[in-house]
């Protein structure tokens, strides 16, 4: 079995696809989320594989939690989200659902009682930053989920996406979150920066591809403001730097990682755990992901 400390945490892909592009983007924008990627849902399951997934993740891991991200795991469509999530909790892992929220108010009733953390997308302090990022309108729905889940006592984590101009705002963001700190548990605050992981781009790089210094020291100083909220810091990436070891497991059992290779197009598919098992899968990534660093280092 592999232990806490090899993996404490997985992340679950119910679909791939978003809808975040269902936003218009604001007039001095490039366009919403380019710092992202569109790939069309590549995932095909049913309620009982997702549920005989996350029963193999419990049987042979002893991770903690267990990760809902996407693309958006809140999608207009039923991808199973309700039934993985009771599934989850009932397996005893705590869960995580990433979400840009736009469709969250519509599905909270069917999932209020088995998310453990709502981390929320947020990328500036008003409408003029935030927009810019994730099209028009979504700060104002991002106010409403604050406002809604704070009210109820949901415990909150925010991830926050910065630019050259944006990183600026990081002070009065700060002001914003620990403002909802006071009245609902935020347990974190993670801040990237552009991480061009197979696919970089000269106008990617040109929006977002500010100094890792100058990003490091941004974040850094907020600390003074957050009292002892955790926060969790990603520069830009370079083929040197170190990289947190992480898991995606597709709802169909498909199971990925990522290797550490800049250059790659994708995660490395691996196998499926319900014909593999989950725990050789992963102890094969580790030897994979050794392997590239090997190489990269020669």
Not at 87 to 113: C, P, Q, V
Request: one cysteine or more; charged letters at 25%.
């Amino acid at each position: 079995m592999l232990t806490h400390d090899e993996l404490p945490i997985v992340h679950l892909v119910l679909n791939t696809d978003c809808n975040a592009w269902d936003l218009a983007p604001t007039s001095t924008s490039p366009g919403v989320c380019r710092f992202c990627y569109r790939e069309r849902n590549k995932v095909s399951t049913d309620a009982d594989t997702v549920r005989r997934a996350i029963d193999r993740l419990r049987s042979e891991s002893e991770a903690h939690r267990c990760v809902f991200t996407g693309g958006d795991p809140v999608m207009p469509y039923d991808n199973h989200l309700e039934a993985a999530l009771r599934h989850a909790t009932e397996a005893g892992f705590e869960t995580n659902l990433h979400t840009n929220g736009l469709l969250l108010s519509e599905r909270f009733a069917g999932i209020r009682d088995h998310v453990t953390v709502y981390s929320l997308a947020v990328d500036g302090p008003d409408s003029r930053t935030a927009d810019w990022f994730r099209g028009q309108g979504y700060f104002e729905r991002f106010l409403s989920n604050v406002d809604f889940l704070a009210a109820d006592q949901r415990r909150l984590a925010f991830n926050t996406f910065t630019t050259a101009v944006s990183v600026k705002e990081l002070p009065r963001l700060a002001l914003l979150i620990a403002e909802v700190s006071r009245r609902t548990e935020v347990e974190y605050w993670l801040i990237s920066q552009y991480r061009p992981v197979g696919r970089a781009s000269t106008r990617k790089a040109g929006i977002y591809g500010f100094g890792r210094r100058d990003f490091v020291r941004a974040v850094d100083n907020l600390h003074a403001d957050i009292n002892d909220m955790t926060i969790y810091a990603q520069p830009t990436r370079a083929p040197e730097d170190p990289y947190p070891f992480r898991v995606w497991v597709l709802a169909d059992g498909t199971v990925t990682a990522d290797l550490g290779s800049v250059a790659a197009p994708r995660n490395a598919v691996l196998g499926n755990l319900l014909v593999d098992g989950f725990e050789p899968l992963v102890r094969r990534a580790f030897a994979l992901r050794e392997q590239t660093h090997r190489e990269g280092t020669a």
